[in-house]
Structure formats: C-alpha cells, structure tokens
C-alpha cells in the first residue's frame, strides 16, 4: 500500500550467518566398562580424566585402557559407548577360608584384562592385608589392616580392581598366599560390531576406535575392525566422514602385521604398531589442527613400548601401509609416518572430510532460497568465503609452482536441473601435504 505522508520505511533482512562447525577430533570409543551405559542414553561423553571415572567407573581405567591414553595426549572429546553383552565376564578367584569354605573376588569390569592378576593375602596380628599386582610388575593396590566382618565394604570403597563376588563377609581371615583371578572374557564380535550404530547419532564423531581387549582370534578381530571400515565408510555417504583406528595383536611380528594389513585396505582406517598405542595416537590425532599430520609428532602417557620395532621391521611396516610408533633418541615416542591402509596421508583425509562437512552445512541453510540468481550467487560466496578461511588456515595451498588456486568452487543449474528443482555445487580442493621426506644434495668444493 502506498504512503501518503511523505516517509522513510526500512525493512529489516537478516544476513544467513553459518553455524560454527563442530571441532574436530571427536573420538568415539567402543568397550567394556565398569559402570552400565545411562537408562537414557547409549553413549556418554568425556572430555576429562576425572569425568570418564565419573561416569564409566574407576576399574574402566583397566578394562578400556585407550580412554586414559587418548585423554594424556589432548583428544577434544571421547564419546564412550560402552558395551552389553551377554558373552562378557569377569575375571574372579576364591580365597580359602578355614578348611573348607572359599570367598569369592572378582574384577569390577568384565573383559580380559584381569585374568592373571594377582591378589596376595598375608597376615598380621588380628588384621590382615591384600596386595593386588598384574602380571608382571609391582602392586597397584596395598589394602593395609583388613577386617574380615568388613572386607566387601572395605574392597567395595576403596579397590578400582576388584570386589566381593557375592553378598556379605567371610566368616574369617583368608588363608595367607597368592591368588591368581581367572576366568575373565571379552565381549563378542557381534557386540562390537552392533556398537557402531551408536555412533551414527553423534554428528561430530570424526574418529572411531573399538577397544578391542582379546586378540586371540585373529581373524575375529580383523572382521571387528572391517565392521569399523564400514561404518566409517557409511557415515562418509552422510557427509560425516570419519577415520578409524587398529592395532596388531600383542604377539605380532612383522609378518603377522603385514598379513592383517590387506584386509583392512581402506582410506579410513589406521592401523598401528606395536600393541598398546592406538589409544594415544588417536588421542594425539585429535589435539592437533585438522590439517596437520601425525607424522614425527611426540605421544604422551605411554610409557614403555610393548615391543620395540628394529628399523628393518620399521620400514617393513611402512611398505605395507602399517604406522609403526617408535622411541627415538631425543624425542621420545613418536608416530613414525601418519599414513592409512591405503598409503595416503591421514590429514589429507581429515581436510577433505572437513571440507565435505562444511559445505553440507551451508547447503543445508540455502535449501528452499536458491529459485533466484540471487540465492545461488550467496551460497557460491558463502562457499567461496568457508573455503578462504581454509586457505588462511594452511589447510588448502596453492600448486607447488602457484600457478594454480587452493580451490575452485561454482554453483549453477541447466534448465531441466531447475524443472526439477536441483542446483549443483562443483568444488575442487588442494589439501595440503606433509613434506616427509628430504633429499639433499652436499657438492663438496676442494
């Protein structure tokens, strides 16, 4: 309707301003743990030590070892999906009480990782004490002055190991001597892998790990880790992209890890050596900026390597696309070369996925606005500018020559594309590389 007295009208256009996109390295952690997953949910979250024990239990620090690790090493976030099974149990022993009556203790966590613990009982005075030890090393619990009537109470308060396998207390002190708990099994194939659907309803994942504790099969855990291929590729198609992570079993050798390797051939799975380390290269994977790569880059917490890798075994490893992790002299434990299975860089993958990510999103805030040149020429200059702030990053480069752009982007639609209501998006992108290798030439001048 037309103004009669003369006037100003402003009319008021809010600019679309993109969300900020999730922060990368989000690991989502598959395993056994103390505490049962909430009523409400399948999964939780960490971001903290204090809060995984919080809210996994104190005994998980054993039975999921890569949480603790990937922490130490700075991930952003751990979403811990912790696992039913009806397959898993606990390691236990019974200690003698008189003549013929036992006590039974168990691990506070089922899995493996108790069977060989030891648990010696000496007496003194009217009190006795309990030393809890692993295999092989010195003990990591000392329960001085233990009553009997109080012993489930006083375990139940005070061990993150084990507990009173039953109700009430012993009728007496256990005999003295050492116990050995037993018994204890990991879950099953078929639960890890059922576990990964989980993970398809936390949007940020953008690394998985399956905290696989039994390596006796092999074959079993190579189909766990195929499983996590998979999945990785799926919520890939969804714009979601993700990198898993596997290590070689703690008995193998280069041959047994070179066999593993092709048929876990992907551009989404890492797998490490020697045993014990993924949980801290992806946790040192996920405190570094998308675009860098793990290779050379120092790991936390991990103390002693299970087995050193010789250098002949080293670059064995590497011609089969396995990431040896080794202590050199100087910088400590250190990712060797930060490759996937198929051989390509794994920061050229995350770059890649956090392009796909972003360009989703703005995608999704110009659905029903693009009918107009208008409309598509905003989505290609929101495009253009989250594909600067990339450049400016360091993520994408120009050619080596600089000849070429770090990236190209258009947005068009052909007349059927329009009947239909479709507009396409062309994108290319120049990830930058890590330079990995140096070749020098010294003229000697006499």
Not at 43 to 64: H, I, K, N, Q
Not at 101 to 115: C, D, H, S, V, Y
Request: hydrophobic residues 45%; neutral net charge; glycine residues 10%.
């Amino acid at each position: 309707m037309a103004r009669i007295i003369p006037g100003v009208q402003v009319t008021v256009v809010k600019e679309v301003v993109p969300p900020q996109l999730s922060p990368s390295g989000v690991l989502g952690l598959i395993g056994i743990t103390e505490n049962e997953v909430p009523a409400d949910s399948n999964t939780v979250r960490a971001s903290s030590w204090s809060r995984f024990v919080e809210v996994c239990g104190a005994a998980s620090a054993y039975s999921l070892p890569e949480a603790r690790q990937a922490l130490a090493n700075g991930v952003f976030e751990l979403v811990i999906v912790p696992l039913k099974s009806s397959v898993a149990s606990k390691a236990s022993v019974d200690l003698a009480i008189g003549k013929s009556k036992t006590f039974k203790l168990e691990a506070r966590a089922a899995g493996t990782w108790a069977n060989g613990f030891r648990v010696l009982v000496s007496h003194r005075a009217e009190k006795f004490d309990l030393e809890i030890r692993p295999p092989v090393g010195d003990a990591i619990e000392v329960h001085r002055g233990l009553d009997h009537t109080k012993l489930a109470e006083s375990l139940q308060a005070a061990s993150a190991v084990i507990r009173a396998g039953g109700p009430g207390n012993p009728g007496e002190a256990p005999a003295a001597g050492e116990y050995v708990l037993a018994a204890g099994k990991d879950a099953g194939e078929a639960d890890y892998v059922n576990a990964l659907q989980h993970l398809g309803n936390e949007s940020d994942v953008d690394m998985v790990l399956a905290a696989v504790q039994d390596f006796g099969n092999v074959d079993s855990v190579t189909r766990i880790y195929s499983a996590v291929i998979a999945h990785c590729n799926q919520m890939s198609s969804n714009s979601q992209g993700r990198v898993g992570f596997g290590q070689v079993p703690p008995t193998a050798g280069d041959t047994d890890a070179k066999k593993m390797a092709p048929a876990l051939l992907s551009e989404r799975f890492v797998l490490l050596a020697p045993h014990g380390v993924a949980g801290a290269v992806a946790g040192r994977i996920g405190s570094l900026d998308y675009f860098e790569s793990p290779t050379f880059k120092t790991l936390s917490g991990m103390g002693s390597l299970s087995r050193a890798l010789p250098l002949e075994e080293q670059g064995s490893l590497l011609s089969s696309s396995v990431v040896p992790v080794v202590e050199q002299r100087g910088r400590g434990v250190i990712v060797l070369r930060g490759i996937t299975t198929d051989g390509d860089q794994i920061s050229v993958r995350r770059i890649a996925d956090r392009a796909v990510r972003g360009v989703r999103m703005l995608g999704e805030m110009f659905i029903g606005r693009l009918n107009s040149e208008d409309g598509r020429g905003a989505l290609k200059q929101k495009l253009i500018e989250f594909l600067v702030q990339m450049e400016k990053e360091g993520a994408l480069v120009r050619s080596a020559d600089g000849k070429e752009p770090a990236f190209t982007a258009n947005v068009h639609s052909s007349p059927a594309d329009f009947a239909q209501g479709i507009v396409r998006v062309d994108i290319a992108v120049r990830p930058v590389r890590a330079i990995d290798f140096i070749y020098a030439t010294i003229f000697v001048q006499v």
